[in-house]
């Protein structure tokens, strides 16, 4: 079967999803291709902090009634070290702005039943997924569904699928510049069945480790110790987790994380990458397709939207004015904000983790930058800009939305 749509947007994730509400508010016309199921596609843990422009972009696309009715605003951060925690308040550094916690898992549901009420198509389970004709104005994307061939043909391909997706290795070799770092350490993340005991998150550097207290509701705790990039989760019994958080985790005042039932558990290994350009030919690559970053700075599923954000108004640009000037600057305005989301995340890695290769010295340091980091204005001022998210490169009214 061939269809025809003006953008074929691989992958149902925050970025395609949030592409497709987008576009959808500006009248242009897309499909949705995911190899994943519906329930598969919701259920993954993942992130679950969202930068002030993320919960204002998904206000403008009016996706957030979910978000308003469930979110958690968080007006600052805990850093913890040497067995104390030191408190670094948004709204106060930032001229009102704070995060709010709300996981990936409601905003993907969200979004999929927003995309449903707009009867624009969306397949889930689509098997062998391959893009073609990147460099022509007609690129296509083939996948079969429910036992038949379909072809989508298009004029812009959106490569939202992730990290490992096929739209990124389908770029010819060479035209991409891929900047890598893979770090020592892995984090092990669970969710566990006890009331968060604080409100706020709590970033610790121990001498055992990294340690971040999260949370995904007034009832689930979300919790991350670091571990070996290669740690097998089997090597933890819930009692071994529960030890090594509360050793990590305790403060002198007696602060300590709700102990409850671990109902998920995972490992997931860290790196900071980069393809350069986000583009080939009509292939746009978007979130994780085109950029991961560690975990620490939070960063990942709003760097996903800001580059929606871009991606959005550069089709509208095509569509409303017959111009590519927009579609030829995506990349580079998308790199700026990616490279100083990458930079705060690798400083927020580094200054908080123990690498098996460091010194003395390095540690010394790296207490120094939080005894700094927490004793400074200027530099607590820093951490909260970034935290909170740097500004989008685009207005919210050039890509068609209210601010
Ligand atoms: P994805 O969410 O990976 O979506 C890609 C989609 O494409 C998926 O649904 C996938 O199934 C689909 N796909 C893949 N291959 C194909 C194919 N061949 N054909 C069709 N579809 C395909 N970010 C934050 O901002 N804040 C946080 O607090 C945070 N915490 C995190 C904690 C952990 C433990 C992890 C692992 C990540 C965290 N992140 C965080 C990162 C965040 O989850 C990602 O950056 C985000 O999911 C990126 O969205 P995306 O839509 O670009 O990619
Ligand atoms: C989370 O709640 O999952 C979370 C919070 C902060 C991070 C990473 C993950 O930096």
Same mark, same amino acid.
């Given at each position: 079967?061939?269809?025809r749509t003006?953008?074929?947007?691989?992958?149902?994730?925050?970025?395609?999803?949030?592409l497709?509400?987008?576009?959808?508010?500006?009248g242009i016309?897309?499909?949705?291709?995911?190899?994943?199921?519906?329930e598969?596609?919701?259920?993954r843990?993942?992130?679950?902090?969202?930068?002030?422009?993320?919960?204002?972009?998904?206000?403008a696309?009016?996706?957030?009634?979910?978000?308003?009715?469930?979110?958690?605003?968080?007006?600052?951060?805990?850093i913890?070290?040497?067995?104390?925690?030191?408190h670094?308040?948004?709204?106060?550094?930032?001229?009102?702005?704070a995060?709010?916690?709300?996981?990936?898992?409601?905003?993907v549901?969200?979004?999929?039943d927003?995309?449903?009420?707009?009867s624009?198509?969306?397949?889930?389970?689509?098997?062998?997924?391959?893009v073609?004709?990147?460099?022509?104005?007609?690129?296509?994307?083939?996948?079969?569904?429910?036992?038949?061939?379909?072809?989508v043909?298009?004029?812009?391909?959106a490569?939202c699928?992730g990290?490992?997706?096929?739209c990124?290795?389908?770029?010819?070799a060479?035209?991409?510049a891929?900047?890598?770092?893979?770090?020592?350490?892995?984090?092990?993340?669970?969710?566990?069945?006890?009331?968060?005991?604080?409100?706020?998150?709590?970033?610790?550097?121990?001498?055992?480790?990294?340690?971040?207290?999260?949370? #995904? =509701? *007034?009832?689930? !705790?979300?919790?991350?110790? &670091?571990?070996?990039?290669d740690?097998?989760i089997?090597?933890? $019994?819930d009692?071994?987790i529960?030890?090594?958080?509360?050793?990590?985790m305790?403060?002198?005042?007696?602060?300590?994380?709700?102990?409850?039932?671990?109902?998920?558990?995972s490992v997931?290994?860290?790196?900071?990458?980069?393809?350069?350009p986000?583009?080939?030919?009509?292939?746009?690559?978007?979130?994780?397709?085109?950029?991961?970053?560690?975990?620490?700075?939070?960063?990942?599923?709003?760097?996903?939207?800001?580059?929606?954000?871009?991606?959005?108004?550069?089709?509208?640009?095509f569509?409303?004015?017959g111009?590519?000037?927009?579609?030829?600057?995506y990349?580079d305005?998308?790199?700026?904000?990616?490279w100083?989301?990458?930079?705060?995340?690798?400083?927020?890695?580094?200054?908080l983790? #123990? =690498? *098996?290769?460091? !010194?003395?010295?390095?540690? &010394?340091?790296?207490?120094?930058?939080?005894?700094?980091?927490? $004793?400074?204005?200027?530099a607590?001022t820093?951490l909260a800009?970034?935290?909170?998210?740097?500004p989008?490169?685009v207005?919210?009214?050039?890509?068609?939305?209210?601010?």
């Amino acid at each position: 079967m061939t269809h025809r749509t003006q953008v074929a947007i691989v992958g149902a994730g925050p970025a395609g999803l949030l592409l497709g509400q987008l576009l959808h508010l500006n009248g242009i016309d897309s499909v949705i291709v995911e190899n994943r199921s519906r329930e598969y596609v919701i259920d993954r843990v993942r992130a679950g902090v969202l930068e002030q422009g993320t919960v204002d972009l998904m206000k403008a696309m009016g996706v957030s009634a979910g978000l308003e009715r469930a979110g958690l605003r968080h007006e600052g951060v805990y850093i913890s070290f040497l067995g104390q925690r030191h408190h670094i308040n948004f709204p106060e550094l930032t001229g009102g702005k704070a995060i709010t916690v709300y996981g990936q898992n409601e905003v993907v549901r969200d979004l999929i039943d927003a995309r449903l009420e707009t009867s624009r198509p969306l397949y889930f389970e689509a098997e062998d997924v391959s893009v073609g004709d990147l460099d022509s104005t007609t690129p296509t994307v083939h996948f079969r569904y429910d036992g038949a061939e379909q072809e989508v043909r298009c004029d812009f391909i959106a490569g939202c699928d992730g990290f490992h997706g096929i739209c990124r290795p389908s770029i010819p070799a060479g035209v991409l510049a891929i900047y890598e770092r893979i770090y020592p350490f892995g984090w092990l993340g669970i969710l566990a069945e006890a009331a968060p005991s604080s409100e706020e998150l709590v970033y610790t550097l121990h001498e055992r480790g990294f340690a971040l207290f999260s949370m #995904r =509701s *007034p009832k689930v !705790t979300r919790l991350y110790l &670091q571990v070996p990039p290669d740690e097998s989760i089997d090597n933890w $019994s819930d009692d071994a987790i529960w030890d090594e958080m509360l050793r990590r985790m305790t403060t002198r005042d007696g602060w300590k994380p709700n102990i409850g039932r671990i109902t998920q558990k995972s490992v997931t290994p860290m790196r900071s990458f980069v393809a350069a350009p986000m583009r080939y030919g009509r292939l746009f690559l978007a979130g994780d397709a085109a950029h991961i970053v560690p975990p620490t700075g939070a960063k990942g599923l709003n760097l996903a939207a800001s580059d929606v954000l871009v991606l959005g108004r550069a089709l509208k640009g095509f569509y409303g004015r017959g111009s590519m000037e927009w579609l030829d600057e995506y990349s580079d305005l998308c790199l700026r904000r990616v490279w100083k989301a990458q930079r705060f995340s690798w400083w927020m890695t580094s200054t908080l983790h #123990r =690498s *098996p290769d460091e !010194t003395a010295f390095d540690h &010394q340091r790296q207490i120094a930058d939080l005894d700094y980091l927490t $004793s400074s204005r200027a530099a607590m001022t820093s951490l909260a800009e970034q935290y909170v998210g740097l500004p989008a490169e685009v207005s919210f009214e050039s890509a068609g939305l209210k601010a």
